[in-house]
């Protein structure tokens, strides 16, 4: 497996192809913008690897103890971690539920202070209303998000199939024959023939 200098190196030279072949499919400075901030965030501080104490974790600051529960709940490169779509799905929920939480708390306070200009129904149309009018910003934050988690997730694959073809060659890359079980044998006690004595009385 790589480790997190060689995944930083990846993510930055990938980083003016990534950002040239969005711009060529968009043509918009904005959405290239996007994709690419969001490459190199899910590259640095957003990707697999804040499953177990690495370079993304620690890039998180003060902040790197809302990880801790994640971290916690998952195996190191589980399928909910490391997978296509569902890692970076997972990641966006659980820091997209924090964010919820911090901001239903600082909307508690703001009322109690007496700041009568935000409400509940106030918060929730705005967040509906961002939400429905940049769908494709937000799409293509996502995608810029997910390019970056899957480019650290593709070159652990990729070292770890080299190694694996070092060791056992072609086989390496075949996928691995299951194990026959192993019958397990009975020993069962030997019978003793015994032989039949004629109980016969004598004449």
Same mark, same amino acid.
């Given at each position: 497996?790589?480790?997190?200098?060689?995944?930083?190196?990846?993510?930055?030279?990938?980083?003016?192809? +990534? $950002?040239? #072949?969005?711009?060529?499919?968009?043509?918009?400075?904005?959405?290239?913008?996007?994709v690419a901030g969001g490459f190199m965030f899910g590259g640095l501080m957003f990707g697999p690897d804040l499953?177990?104490?690495?370079r993304q974790y620690q890039r998180w600051g003060l902040l790197r103890w809302i990880w801790i529960p994640y971290q916690k709940s998952l195996r190191h490169r589980s399928f909910l971690s490391h997978g296509p779509i569902i890692g970076t799905t997972l990641r966006v929920l659980y820091l997209?539920?924090?964010?919820?939480? +911090? $901001?239903? #708390?600082g909307l508690a306070i703001a009322q109690k202070l007496g700041n009568r200009s935000w409400s509940w129904q106030v918060w929730s149309e705005t967040v509906g209303r961002s939400l429905t009018n940049h769908s494709t910003e937000f799409l293509a934050l996502f995608l810029g998000l997910e390019l970056?988690?899957?480019?650290?997730?593709?070159?652990?694959?990729?070292?770890?199939?080299?190694?694996?073809?070092?060791?056992?060659?072609?086989?390496g890359l075949l996928p691995r024959a299951k194990m026959k079980k192993r019958k397990r044998t009975t020993t069962q006690p030997r019978r003793t023939k015994t032989k039949r004595v004629s109980r016969g009385g004598k004449r």
């Open positions: 497996m790589p480790s997190g200098r060689t995944h930083d190196r990846i993510t930055l030279w990938a980083l003016p192809f +990534v $950002a040239g #072949v969005t711009f060529v499919q968009t043509h918009s400075g904005n959405l290239t913008l996007l499953d177990i104490y690495s997209g539920s924090i964010a919820v939480i +911090v $901001a239903i #708390v970056g988690a899957m480019s650290h997730s593709l070159s652990d694959w990729s070292g770890s199939a080299y190694k694996r073809v070092q060791k056992q060659g072609i086989r």
